[in-house]
């Protein structure tokens, strides 16, 4: 085991944040990536947006949630949240049901076969049937300004006025499991 | 000459905004980018924080800068900006200048000896001595709400309380010159 992973917790490989920068970036603009949270209970969203920066000498993990979704309200209490990404296919179903249902409704994990994998360093799960995860803890956040946004696209993606959030969480921790 | 160009500009070699992600990062995180903008005169500085995102369906620059800044007004105004990326260390005098100095006491053009080939698709200039370069257009922009920041990185990196403008700028062309 990890002597930086929790008792209990699987053994995982640690890896620098940026080893898989290109892999990240086409998950997320291609099929999305699992945005995981806790506050009453575990819950995961798909995220198409966003991306891995470097702001304050540190890195940054950007995810836009919109102030709606039950995933925000975890997230803008609790300041921390997990990014699991699939490194194919397979879980394409699990993620059309994660990506179109709300937290609110569902046991997303039971309703899935999803695994919730305890986090080594927030108090969040990573989901155990992707390889590689990212743990964060916010330290900024912001809501968008509307008149600040170009107007095509406020046209195109928020007709319902439902603005994203944008959470910056500290990259605490990358790493890969089996 | 590249098809997409404006006529009399050097070809360049287009490539996908997302090639060189690797590069990017480590550049931004080690030693910066020169970020180039145009309001009464051409004028660059040494950018080390932000990176390259996916919103909107769109690949999105995010550079930070603070609003004392003389490239602030620049983009502020303006809506456009590049990114050029050095390679190697090579330019490692003129990074120093550009990252100490305003563009409000110099031509730093000039006192570098650095070459401004005309953007072709925004009126701004890339850095001729780099190799890799981002064209970009606002697309959203929003200064930082300081409370809403995490108070060690507040009080470590914004004493002046010059706090930063993060601009969207959507890549509108990737390429390489020689």
Chains 1, 2 share one sequence.
């Not at 997230?75 to 990506?99: H, K």
């Amino acid at each position: 085991m990890c002597e930086r992973c929790y008792p209990g917790n699987n053994a995982v490989k640690h890896i620098p944040y940026d080893q898989y920068l290109d892999k990240v970036n086409y998950r997320l603009s291609h099929s999305g990536v699992f945005l995981t949270s806790h506050k009453d209970k575990d819950n995961t969203m798909v995220m198409g947006w966003g991306g891995i920066t470097w702001y304050w000498r540190r890195p940054i993990f950007i995810v836009p949630v919109r102030t709606t979704r039950y995933t925000w309200h975890a997230i803008n209490e609790t300041g921390v949240f997990t990014v699991s990404v699939p490194l194919n296919d397979e879980l394409r179903e699990a993620m059309a049901f994660c990506g179109s249902k709300s937290g609110r409704d569902y046991d997303k994990f039971k309703e899935c076969n999803l695994t919730a994998l305890p986090g080594k360093f927030v108090r969040v799960p990573v989901i155990g049937e992707c390889n590689l995860h990212y743990e964060c803890k916010v330290v900024f956040k912001q809501t968008m300004e509307p008149s600040l946004l170009d107007g095509g696209i406020r046209e195109r993606h928020y007709k319902e006025h439902d603005f994203h959030t944008m959470f910056y969480g500290e990259i605490a921790a990358c790493y890969l499991t089996e």
